[in-house]
């Protein structure tokens, strides 16, 4: 006999964790003279929101693991897996790199002997069995996402031929235009002049706005992070651990550029309030 009860709501199940950290440790060369533990006891759930992305910001001293951390959620196989622990993307074991997963890296990445055009479809090309997609909407997808990124005069340049923030445009572009569900960035505008940086972070935050995603970023900048992040994540120096979480940052705004929020009151003393953990972290108080 059913006990459903007369005009109860139906129970729906929780969806599984975006990305999940089970007590994970890393250690490169393990058994050998040169075994070398570069993050340890790494724990921690990010929420999957419906209809909203979440952006971590991860701050730390060089070599305390920060890059090691994305590299294990995009499946890398020089760094996964993790030596103990477990890993579980939307609940599921990580089988390797794969689209769900987009990664911007800190050196331009585009591929030198092909276009804006043809480094931005190259991603959809290579999938386009599995994504379904016929040549017209490979064409178009491509476009729009040029387009979207402020390229559509420069279609069929070179990467040699574009400025660096150019260059990191075509990045972002080729690896949005395949819709995952996971940002990973790598202090992907740490090489850039600090105007352009500052467009980049406007367009950034318009574009994580359109596609929903989790994004994880590596900064060495606090005011990059505070602008970008939900929350920051503070690692020790090595082996890296997340020695604080700072939440309640102010908010960026797709409409506000960069430059005239980090100009704000409230903006400037959380860079403050972040620096100061920061020191202390790594000072080994925090």
Known sequence: MSDDRAGSAPTIAAAPAVVEFKDVCKVFNPGTPQAFKTIDDVSFSIADLPGKGEFIAVLGPSGCGKSTLLNL??????????????ILVRGEPIAGPGIDRGMVFQKYSSFPHLTVYQNVRFG???????????????????????ERVGLQDHVRKYPHQLSGGQQQRVAIARTLVLKPRILLMDEAFSALDEPTRLEMQHLLVALWTEVQATVFMVTHSIMEAVYLGDRIWVFTPCPGRIAREIANLPRAVAGVPARELQKTSEFLAAVESVSTVFSAVERGDG
């Open 73 to 86: 959620i995009a499946g890398f196989r020089e760094v996964y897996p993790p030596t103990s622990g477990e």
């Open 124 to 146: 959809l090309d290579m999938n386009r069995e599995r994504l379904g997609l016929t040549e017209s909407e490979i064409d178009t997808r491509a476009k729009q996402w040029i």
